[in-house]
């Protein structure tokens, strides 16, 4: 069996078969009281029309196997604990993305007792992406800006941005 493994490993050399992405982006997301706005336009994002797994960017279900925790919503009090767990759950390094105005704390509605003003308010903010909800397109621009950050490769085929995490 491990003949035939390096065999094949060699064979892959030979023939330069591509390897898919070489960087990649695993996001935890979290709804942290938001109006389900933004949720709607990851899960576009996420689906095959805009297909960000072409890019390297996945969705995970555990924060202790995410590289991003992904936050939408303008954090309610209720929900200020459960960031904090898992943001401490994920490995290091580990980057936070506010998706959304609310989660940036712009032109929040409702009772302010019961919400922050935004992610900033609880965790550092590493990759903000603006817009009431922002558009597919962005979603995955602002990620995979934030593969060219030290320690993460771009991935092929991915024009650089100029090494922003938050462009335009």
């Not at 800006?145 to 090494?163: F, I, L, Q």
Request: include cysteine; hydrophobic fraction near 40%; proline fraction near 10%.
């Amino acid at each position: 069996m491990f003949l035939l493994l390096r065999h094949l490993a060699r064979q892959r050399r030979e023939i330069a078969l591509p390897r898919g992405p070489r960087g990649s982006l695993h996001l935890r997301h979290v709804d942290a009281g938001s109006c389900n706005g933004c949720e709607h336009e990851l899960q576009a994002t996420a689906g095959p029309f805009h297909d960000m797994q072409r890019f390297g960017l996945f969705i995970t279900a555990s924060p202790r196997h995410a590289d991003v925790l992904l936050i939408t919503g303008p954090v309610t009090t209720r929900m200020r604990h459960a960031l904090e767990v898992a943001y401490a759950s994920m490995p290091e390094p580990r980057l936070v993305a506010a998706l959304g105005d609310c989660a940036l704390g712009c032109g929040l509605l409702g009772d302010p007792r019961e919400h922050l003003n935004g992610v900033g308010d609880v965790l550092p903010v590493d990759i903000r992406i603006p817009g009431c909800p922002p558009d597919p397109e962005t979603i995955a621009r602002h990620l995979v800006a934030a593969m060219e950050r030290p320690g993460h490769a771009r991935p092929r085929g991915v024009p650089a941005t100029g090494g922003d995490a938050a462009p335009g």
